[in-house]
């Protein structure tokens, strides 16, 4: 498992931003980087459902039945659908984290977890402040169905989307529920009747019905196998582990499954799939027959879903990963004050054709003009094979690392004329000088964690009363839901040295209670005045973290 590799991508450090910031400081642009970076990572959000089939959580498909890729599918639906368009509330909002133990949310996994919880937890593995839970679900979506069909190109995917802090409405249509009951929670969710046949043959591409859940669906009708056979999960039709045109075929030729266990059970109550496909006498299913035609029209209904979000929530244009982006970048003092400027840099071959050997870059002064011009080391193909299998949903990779001393006045990097960051040398924290206390608990676990915090502020800027507030990002325990509360900590940075053209200051922060379950990454900014620096990743998954390790933090 490749999951440390999420520590590349999540070292942000970004400069000063004209965008308006969320709660936790970060702006839109942050968080369409923070996606790109994992779509860029292969092992890391396409981990758990690659290849289709995998199951990140239970026993292998051919035992439990159990498919990752499906959960993550019907988490957005069922965290959508309870949306009142009108009245501007619910959609994708991950409010589904606090319904899980709903009946409307029946969905047990091989380990006896919901679905929901499962999924969840999945997500929490690359949690990060920039990304919320809900756009975690929506991406998700993403990377399924590029696991699931190589051909099938990147739904529109938006980033933005605030997580609830409560359950939402009731409303997710069941099995059992009538026709007008279902047409209904559509509408309400601003879906047509024919948007609503769409989302469904869509959304039962792959996966299965589970007889745990419903063994009133499940094994009543003798002309269908249980499938995989002794798994006691009824797919929907001959190929659950592709998204593909198979099921609206075999529903309309009457062949393989003829649609799914919700078309063709005996329990005429529970054929939902029947009564839904049928409403419009079939219509909708047949202009869904290709291959083509069904692609787009679910890669549509899908990016309606994923933008049905709360009134006033502004969602970013669609995001796709860019020809170049930096994976991290940081800035840093030498023990001399010389300030150090580094991370990585990544490309894809589908969109700049062949890889340079080396990536070119230059500094820019706030007026434009060049203040020092760059070159890479060697790029580094990144392996593609996860979990035996190649993932290439954006063909090959290249990274690309940098380490350069800059000069006074610099304030962004553009590399290759393309992509551009800002950087911000007015105030940073400074990670060769940080350190984390990871103490043991008694049974060989890491306990509570405090971290020794170190920043540089120009002199220049500084006055001789001068204190630094810093922040600490903590993903927490919040009640009913195992998604992350992100939790901010205040403390207090004061004078200790002068390093160069920079003040030093040094301040000290515990974890602020348990962390969310599965959760890895807490990040830490600091602030003077109206000047606020970039955030710094101040640990991962234990034990590992990007700050130096300390046993004594009065002596480091």
């Not at 959580?57 to 959960?71: E, F, K, L, R």
Request: glycine residues 8%.
């Amino acid at each position: 498992m490749r999951l440390l590799s999420v520590v590349a991508l999540s070292l942000h450090f970004r400069g000063l931003l004209s965008q308006a910031l969320d709660a936790n400081g970060v702006s839109l642009d942050e968080k369409v980087l923070a996606i790109e970076r994992l779509l860029m990572t292969p092992g890391t959000i396409d981990f758990p459902v690659t290849p289709c089939d995998f199951n990140l959580n239970s026993a292998p498909i051919n035992i439990a039945g159990d498919q990752t890729a499906a959960q993550w599918v019907r988490t957005v639906f069922h965290d959508f659908i309870t949306a009142d368009v009108k009245a501007g509330t619910g959609g994708l909002d991950a409010s589904i984290g606090f319904e899980a133990d709903r009946d409307e949310n029946l969905g047990i996994t091989f380990k006896g977890n919901s679905f929901i919880n499962e999924t969840i937890i999945g997500f929490n593995l690359f949690s990060e402040v920039y990304i919320s839970t809900a756009d975690f679900i929506a991406l998700g979506l993403a990377a399924s169905l590029n696991a699931c069909d190589s051909g099938t190109p990147i739904v529109r995917l938006r980033a933005g989307r605030i997580d609830a802090t409560r359950e939402g409405p009731l409303g997710v249509p069941k099995p059992e529920d009538s026709l007008t009951s279902a047409t209904d929670a559509f509408a309400k969710a601003g879906f047509s009747n024919t948007e609503m046949i769409q989302a469904v043959a869509c959304g039962h591409s792959i996966g299965s019905v589970h007889k745990i859940d419903f063994p009133q669906i499940v094994g009543n009708d003798p002309t269908l196998d249980v499938s995989p056979p002794g798994t006691g999960a009824d797919t929907f039709d001959s190929t659950p582990f592709k998204f593909d045109n198979t099921q609206v075929q075999e529903y309309l030729t009457g062949t393989g499954k003829r649609g799914g266990p919700l078309v063709t059970t005996q329990n005429v109550t529970m054929q939902s799939d029947l009564r839904i496909f049928k409403s419009d006498n079939n219509a909708t299913v047949k202009a869904m027959s290709s291959a083509a035609s069904f692609r787009n029209t679910c890669l549509t209904i899908f990016a309606k879903m994923l933008d049905t979000v709360p009134a006033g929530t502004a969602l970013s244009n669609p995001v796709s990963p860019r020809p170049w982006i930096t994976k991290e970048t940081h800035l840093d003092l030498s023990p001399s004050g010389v300030v150090q400027y580094s991370g990585n840099i990544s490309t894809q071959s589908k969109a700049a054709g062949t890889a340079p050997g080396t990536a070119s870059y230059v500094y820019l002064t706030s007026s434009g003009s060049t203040a020092k011009s760059g070159q890479s080391q060697a790029g580094r193909l990144q392996n593609t094979n996860v979990n035996g299998v190649i993932s290439e949903p954006y063909g090959k990779i290249t990274d690309y690392s940098f380490n350069d001393t800059i000069p006074a006045g610099v304030t962004s990097i553009k590399i290759q004329n393309s992509y551009t960051e800002n950087i911000n040398m007015n105030i940073f924290v400074v990670p060769s000088q940080s350190f984390i206390k990871q103490p043991t608990n008694p049974d060989g676990s890491g306990g509570i964690a405090s971290y020794l915090v170190r920043a540089a502020l120009l002199t220049s800027l500084s006055t001789s009363s001068a204190t630094l507030t810093g922040t600490f990002y903590f993903p927490s325990v919040q009640p009913n839901s195992v998604a992350p509360k992100w939790t901010r900590t205040t403390f207090t940075l004061t004078k200790e040295k002068t390093l160069g053209s920079y003040t030093i200051f040094k301040g000290q922060v515990t974890e602020p209670g348990v962390h969310a379950t599965g959760t890895g990454l807490h990040h830490v900014d600091v602030q003077f005045s109206s000047m606020r620096s970039a955030k710094v990743l101040a640990s991962s998954f234990t034990p590992r973290s990007f700050f130096g390790k300390c046993a004594d933090l009065t002596k480091c």
